[in-house]
Nanobody, 126 residues
Framework: QVQLVESGGGLVQAGGSLRLSCAAS????????MGWFRQAVGKEREFVAA????????GYADSVKGRFTMSRDNVKNTMYLQMNSLKPEDTAVYFC???????????????????WGQGTQVTVSS
C-alpha cells in the first residue's frame, strides 16, 4: 500500500520557521516528481512548491519564493519543505503529492499528481 505521510506542522508565530516532512512508503519515489500544496479554510487548494524527479529543477509559488525551500532525500524516500519567515497568510493544511509517471519535471498542476498525503496543519499567529 502506497502512503505519503506528512509531519512537522504546528503553531508558530509570524516570522518563525517550520520544516515539513513527507515520508513515502510502499514504493520508491526516487524517479517521481513531487510537490507541496496547501489549502486554507474556505479556499481552494493551491500549489506551493514542486521538484523534479532528479531534484535538479524546482518551482515555487510567487507567494513563497525566497521563504520556502523544498528538498528531497531519495535514499530515505522523503521530501521536505523548509518554511522560513512565516506569515499568517501561510496558515493552511499542507499536502505532499507524488507523480505516478516517471522522470517528469516539477509541476504546479494538481492533476499531475496521483499520490497524496493526508495533510498537516500549519498555523501562523500574528
Amino acid at each position: 500500500q502506497v502512503q505519503l505521510v506528512e509531519s512537522g506542522g504546528g503553531l508558530v508565530q509570524a516570522g518563525g520557521s517550520l520544516r515539513l516532512s513527507c515520508a513515502a512508503s510502499g514504493r520508491t519515489f526516487s524517479d517521481s516528481a513531487m510537490g507541496w500544496f496547501r489549502q486554507a479554510v474556505g479556499k481552494e487548494r493551491e500549489f506551493v512548491a514542486a521538484m523534479s524527479w532528479s531534484g535538479g529543477a524546482t518551482g515555487y509559488a510567487d507567494s513563497v519564493k525566497g521563504r520556502f525551500t523544498m528538498s528531497r532525500d531519495n535514499v530515505k524516500n522523503t521530501m521536505y519543505l523548509q518554511m522560513n519567515s512565516l506569515k499568517p497568510e501561510d496558515t493552511a493544511v499542507y499536502f505532499c503529492a507524488a507523480d505516478l509517471q516517471r522522470y517528469r519535471g516539477p509541476s504546479d498542476a494538481e492533476s499531475d499528481y496521483f499520490f497524496w498525503g493526508q495533510g498537516t496543519q500549519v498555523t501562523v499567529s500574528s
